[in-house]
């Protein structure tokens, strides 16, 4: 059978029952096993002999959702980079926001890795997949009116 142990575990699931149910001392078990006293203390109020994970139960974001959506906007529509994007919610909205959870947002969205590809609402109405554009091309095609040619500007003279 094969067990499944995460890679700091120093006991496996039979010495966690064996030290559940064994009358011998806290001491006397650690000597035994070669383990400390601590694990041994550990183990025996438990009520399974099963690794309980060590990831948080609740991911606590600072961000708030309307700060969210306006990250996931600069992501999306502009294709900002991670640190444009901070530069920006650093002027505009909160200048305490982190790199680390502006990254973290756009990985739990799916919009992180560089390359993806997003979809982009025009004012005409009509959706237009963009993949690996330049973050420069990207603004003028949005900021762009429906009638210019490529969605980039050009002057009117020419």
Same mark, same amino acid.
């Given at each position: 059978m094969l067990i499944a142990l995460h890679r700091n575990a120093v006991t496996t699931p039979r010495q966690r029952e064996y030290i559940r149910t064994s009358p011998l001392s806290v001491s006397a078990l650690a000597g035994e096993l070669g383990v400390s006293?601590?694990?041994i203390r550990r183990w025996r109020h438990r009520s399974d002999g099963a690794d309980r994970s060590s990831?948080?139960?609740r991911l606590s974001t600072s961000l708030s959702a309307e700060e969210e959506e306006v990250a996931v906007e600069l992501r999306? $529509? #502009?294709?900002?980079?991670l640190d444009d994007a901070l530069g920006v919610l650093h002027r505009c909205i909160r200048p305490d926001i982190?790199?680390?959870?502006?990254? $973290? #947002?756009?990985r739990r969205r799916g919009i992180?890795?560089?390359g993806t590809v997003r979809?982009?609402?025009r004012e005409a109405g009509y959706r237009h997949q963009?993949?690996?554009?330049s973050p420069k091309v990207t603004a003028n095609w949005l900021l762009a009116s429906?009638?210019?040619r490529g969605g980039r500007f050009h002057s009117s003279a020419a």
């Open positions: 006293e601590t694990t990831r948080p139960h999306c $529509r #502009l294709d900002l980079s982190s790199r680390s959870a502006l990254y $973290r #947002l756009w992180a890795a560089p979809n982009f609402v963009m993949t690996n554009r429906p009638h210019s």
